[in-house]
C-alpha cells in the first residue's frame, strides 16, 4: 500500500530559528501532497497544497513566506517553518493520495515546539 | 464554504457493543466521504471510503452509510473492542484531481473491557 514517511517525528528549536520537515511518498510519486496543522484536541486544519515543481497553493489566512513548501520531486515535499515562535508549536501532518478515490495517506506527525 | 460537524462528546462504550458516531455537512454533497482513525500523537489512517452513488460500505467490524437527502453519514464499529478506542475523523472530498479534504472535528471513542 502507498506509505508515507515524515521526519522528523519530533523537533525542539529556539524561538527565531527555522525548521525543515519533510514528507515523503515511498512507493509510489506524488504531484500533489498537502500539509495539514492540528492544534491539541482540535482536528486537522489544512494548511497549504503542495504541487511537484510548481508554487504551492496557501489556505487562507497562510502566511506563505513564514511556511515555505518545496516539492521538488515526485517524492519529496518539504515545510520550513521560517523565523519560528512559541505560538506554531503545532503537530504538523502531510499527506499524499493515489488518484482515483482510494483515501489520502498520512505520514506520522512532527510535533513542534518553540520554546 | 462547506461544514462538517461531528458530536465532540466522547463515546464511551461497553466492549462488545456497537459504537455508532455521526457526520453531517452542510452545502453540497461531495464526491467521495471518508473516515479515518487518529490515535494521539500519530496522523490519520485511512479506513473506509464511500462515494456519492453509494448506500452503505462495509469493512470487517466497520460499517458506513451515506445519505445525501439528509446531508449524513453514520460510521458503525460492531463488536467493539478496547483497541478501537481512539478518535474517529469525518472528512469530504470533493473528487477532483488534487483535491483537498476537508476534516470534521472528530469524536473520540473509549471501548470499555
Known amino acids: 500500500g502507498a506509505v508515507v514517511s515524515q521526519h522528523p517525528s519530533w523537533v525542539i528549536c529556539k524561538s527565531g530559528t527555522s525548521v525543515k520537515i519533510e514528507c515523503r511518498s515511498l512507493?509510489?510519486?506524488?504531484?500533489?501532497m498537502f500539509w495539514y496543522r492540528q492544534f491539541p484536541k482540535q482536528s486537522l486544519m489544512l494548511m497549504a497544497t503542495?504541487?511537484?515543481?510548481?508554487?504551492?497553493?496557501?489556505e487562507q489566512g497562510v502566511e506563505k513566506d513564514k511556511f515555505l513548501i518545496n516539492h521538488a520531486s515526485l517524492t519529496l515535499s518539504t515545510l520550513t517553518v521560517t523565523s519560528a515562535h512559541p505560538e506554531d508549536s503545532s503537530f504538523y501532518i502531510c499527506?499524499?493520495?493515489?488518484?482515483?478515490?482510494?483515501?489520502?495517506?498520512f505520514g506520522s506527525g512532527t510535533r513542534l515546539t518553540v520554546v | 464554504s462547506q461544514k462538517i460537524e461531528q458530536n465532540s462528546e466522547a463515546l464511551n462504550i461497553q466492549e462488545g457493543k456497537t459504537a455508532t458516531l455521526t457526520c453531517n455537512y452542510t452545502?453540497?454533497?461531495?464526491?467521495?466521504l471518508q473516515w479515518y482513525r487518529q490515535d494521539p500523537g500519530r496522523g490519520p489512517v485511512f479506513l473506509l471510503l464511500i462515494r456519492e452513488n453509494e448506500k452503505e460500505k462495509r469493512k470487517e467490524r466497520l460499517k458506513v452509510t451515506f445519505d445525501t437527502t439528509l446531508k449524513q453519514s453514520l460510521f458503525h464499529i460492531t463488536a467493539s473492542q478496547p483497541a478501537d478506542s481512539a478518535t474517529y475523523l469525518c472528512a469530504l472530498d470533493m473528487g477532483a484531481a488534487g483535491n483537498k479534504l476537508t476534516f470534521g472535528g472528530g469524536t473520540r471513542v473509549l471501548v470499555k473491557p
Open positions: 503542495s504541487n511537484e515543481g510548481s508554487k504551492a497553493t496557501y
Open positions: 452545502n453540497y454533497s461531495p464526491a467521495y
Open positions: 512507493d509510489f510519486q506524488a504531484t500533489t
Open positions: 499527506s499524499a493520495s493515489l488518484a482515483g478515490g482510494y483515501g489520502y495517506t
